[in-house]
């Protein structure tokens, strides 16, 4: 599975983007796909993931209410909408994949992925 994220961008505080992911490859809808972030001088921390049907998603507590991760199988394309930016959601943003039907907390951790696309720089300005 090979995975590119795009959409990123220069956004002011408040205001909102829409990533997406677009993976290569035909067993994409049995991976659950994740999205990690990294901010300048701080660890890549997951984001949010969502099943490889799309019915169950997870987010992280910062994200949570503000972030919403969705997938259209038949695009092979994995969506991250996030509304009510501000400045600390500043970094660059991974798509990534684990292992075929896999989902859960134990899952969604760096180790627990198989495939990254290459990153998107999203900067929030205050």
């Known amino acids: 599975v090979q995975l590119q994220a795009s959409g990123g961008g220069l956004v002011q505080a408040g205001g909102s983007l829409r990533l997406s992911c677009a993976a290569s490859?035909?067993?994409?809808?049995?991976?659950?796909m994740n999205w990690f972030r990294q901010a300048p001088g701080k660890e890549r921390e997951f984001v949010a993931s969502?099943?490889?049907?799309?019915?169950?998603?997870y987010y992280a507590d910062s994200v949570k209410g503000r972030f919403t991760t969705s997938r259209d199988n038949g695009k092979n394309t994995v969506y991250l909408q996030m509304n009510s930016l501000k400045p600390e959601d500043t970094a660059v943003y991974f798509c990534?994949?684990?292992?075929?039907?896999?989902?859960?907390?134990?899952?969604?951790?760096?180790?627990?992925?198989?495939?990254w696309g290459k990153g998107t720089q999203v900067t929030v300005s205050s």
């Open positions: 969502i099943s490889w049907s799309g019915s169950r998603t």
């Open positions: 490859g035909r067993a994409f809808s049995s991976y659950s």
């Open positions: 990534a994949a684990g292992y075929p039907y896999s989902f859960g907390l134990a899952t969604m951790t760096l180790d627990g992925m198989n495939y």
